[in-house]
């Protein structure tokens, strides 16, 4: 069959391609590898140094000053049924994941979202390469890094990374083209320079669409990382995926439940702090 | 008006054309060549012709009102004087330098200490207190946070606004929210505001309200303004003198009362048709020489009649005549009496006649 052996060429290409990658680009992949491994160890490191109701305090007050005391409460209840359950370290595992991830692609993304926000040429050459990242299935991500930086935490930070930074490019780009003409307008008229016109007129109209931006890479961010318990992320991701291949369901549901009151807890209190960016009270 | 200094000009508009379009070079071209038409070019060329070979001088310490209808351009024009907008063709002179010839610090400097801007949409920063929003061009300036804090708590202090300080604009009414934007425009203490149509969107109490103390406000502190509006009304109210701008073209420059007495074309005289003149014509426009009035009344005592100036409106003048037994009033310039407002007169000025044809029938 022709369309067959199309597709065996082309399968080929990509094999041997990755493959030259590998071999040649090993010193690169090593350094990627430690560099990211690196960043996430210390996270984790940070998070494990005190005991765990220190941090469940932490997310508690973070949620009664920045929700309400109810939301507050019920996080820090929420918490600690998850250490209850014995999870509490691959809790905080999938925290570090999470948020090393998010950190560099917001280091990435936001940049990029505010250039892209200036040059439509850009934005509209962002635009489809953005479509294809978040319509491709998230699995497709991980295996071409496993290739690459071999089984563990790397390879889901990478792929957490790639599906975490397109919210926080379009969200940044759109705040910065919605300033209101007349500040624009205002801006030269009060003779301002350029970077004044971005530090003290665009940003600011443009924070709240950052910060509901930042709180999509984050809520990407969980979605990835539990998937990339497959290639060995450590975390709830990986106890999902070791409890299915055992058919363990109650150990399967007792992580869902981890990672469903985690994702809440952050997903309320970094949209808190995007209403506070917004000028408004909580 | 006597703060108003005829030989200092300001703001130096000379034939200024604004094009607005793809085409716009090439249009401006063609009207320079071959004298287009406004319809011309838009059939021709698909621009607009925003602002059309305007011309006007505005001195210092003076209120300049441009009255126009929405599209006719006035936006575009006030827009020009502080180069928002760049002319197509023509020159506009601030304090004596081409705003075209500037380079961008320079017109950024020219803009920052020199000409202030109020907006229709007043445009207050709403993350920012009413205190941090009048001191935002100072702040932009590069002035210490203590003194522009200080600069601009009393320039909020002279549009009454001393209490609100921490404030944020959210808070504050629509007049509230201009009086900060004029508070805004003249903490940087420039010598002059450009007005964009800043109390059109206000309820008419309160617009006359701002409308006076501006005035007030601008001839205290020896500012000239240009203020834009689409309302006779209003421009009478402020201005020293006014411009009508119609379809981009300045059809008239003069005093409110030399617009009102003398029209230029129909469209002006349909403008001001419905205006009150009470407080518009002055006794030199109503008044009737003096040989006229003798020898209509040979018996009369010039000298005994009540004596007025011939700046008193006509709202005085008809205060003086019913007071006095007498149905004539002197108009006297330094003493000497140049002539007489006889309740005829009067009259044909309530009426509106022009005082030449009123000259005649009397």
Request: net charge negative; glycine share 8%.
């Amino acid at each position: 069959m022709e369309s067959s052996a199309f597709a065996d060429t082309f399968d080929a290409w990509t094999d041997s391609a990755l493959e030259w990658l590998s071999d040649n680009g090993e010193f690169l992949f090593d350094l990627v590898r430690t560099m990211l491994e690196g960043f996430y160890e210390g996270i984790l490191w940070l998070l494990e140094l005190p005991p765990f109701f220190v941090v469940v305090a932490v997310l508690a007050v973070a949620g009664w000053r920045l929700v309400n005391a109810w939301f507050g409460a019920l996080a820090g209840i929420a918490l600690v049924i998850c250490a209850l359950m014995g999870l509490w370290p691959e809790t905080m595992s999938t925290l570090a994941l999470v948020i090393t991830a998010t950190s560099l692609a917001l280091f990435v993304g936001l940049p990029i979202g505010v250039i892209a926000g200036f040059l439509p040429a850009l934005d509209r050459l962002l635009e489809p390469a953005l479509d294809l990242i978040q319509t491709l299935p998230p699995y497709i991500y991980l295996l071409p890094a496993i290739a690459l930086l071999g089984y563990g935490p790397a390879t889901a930070l990478i792929a957490t990374f790639v599906v975490a930074m397109p919210p926080a490019i379009r969200l940044t780009s759109l705040g910065i083209r919605m300033t209101p003409h007349e500040f624009i307008e205002l801006g030269h008229a009060i003779g301002i320079t350029k970077w004044q016109m971005f530090f003290k007129i665009r940003l600011p109209f443009a924070m709240p669409s950052i910060m509901a931006g930042i709180n999509q890479s984050l809520m990407m961010a969980f979605g990835m990382v539990v998937i990339a318990g497959i290639v060995g992320s450590g975390g709830l991701g990986e106890t999902i995926y070791g409890a299915i291949r055992t058919l363990d369901i109650a150990k399967s549901i007792d992580a869902a439940i981890a990672i469903v009151v985690l994702t809440m807890v952050l997903d309320r209190i970094t949209q808190s702090a995007a209403r506070f960016a917004k000028g408004g009270t909580p | 008006m006597a703060n108003i200094d005829a030989n200092e000009v300001l703001i130096d508009c000379q034939s200024v054309w604004k094009i607005f379009g793809e085409k716009a070079p090439a249009a401006m071209k063609a009207v320079a060549e071959r004298g287009l038409s406004k319809k011309q070019i838009l059939q021709e060329y698909n621009c607009v012709v925003g602002v059309s070979d305007a011309s006007l001088q505005v001195r210092r310490g003076e209120i300049f009102c441009i009255m126009g209808l929405s599209g006719s351009g006035k936006s575009t024009l006030i827009r020009l004087l502080n180069r928002l907008i760049t002319p197509s063709l023509g020159k506009v002179l601030v304090k004596g330098k081409d705003l075209s010839a500037l380079d961008a610090a320079e017109l950024r400097q020219m803009r920052a200490q020199h000409i202030g801007m109020v907006f229709q949409s007043v445009a207050l920063l709403p993350h920012r207190t009413v205190l941090e929003n009048a001191a935002f061009g100072l702040e932009v300036q590069g002035i210490a946070k203590a003194e522009r804090n200080r600069t601009a708590a009393a320039a909020l202090e002279k549009v009454g606004l001393g209490d609100w300080l921490s404030r944020f604009p959210s808070e504050l009414s629509g007049g509230m929210q201009q009086r900060v934007g004029l508070a805004r425009a003249i903490a940087s203490d420039p010598e002059i505001i450009l007005m964009d149509e800043p109390f059109s969107a206000l309820d008419p109490l309160i617009r006359r309200q701002l409308q006076d103390e501006f005035r007030q406000l601008t001839k205290e502190l020896g500012k000239s303004a240009v203020f834009i509006t689409h309302d006779l009304d209003e421009a009478i109210r402020i201005g020293d003198r006014i411009a009508i701008m119609k379809d981009g073209v300045i059809i008239q420059v003069g005093t409110a009362e030399e617009i009102v007495l003398n029209p230029a074309d129909q469209y002006v005289a349909d403008f001001v048709a419905g205006i009150s003149r009470l407080h518009l014509i002055k006794a030199h426009s109503v008044m009737v020489p003096v040989v006229d009035y003798q020898r209509q009344h040979p018996n009369s005592d010039i000298g005994s009649l009540v004596k007025t100036t011939p700046e008193a409106d006509i709202d005085a003048l008809i205060g003086l005549t019913m007071q006095s037994d007498r149905d004539a009033i002197a108009v006297a310039d330094n003493g000497t009496v140049v002539g007489v407002v006889t309740a005829r007169s009067l009259l044909a000025g309530v009426k509106g006649t022009p005082s030449h044809e009123q000259a005649a029938a009397a």
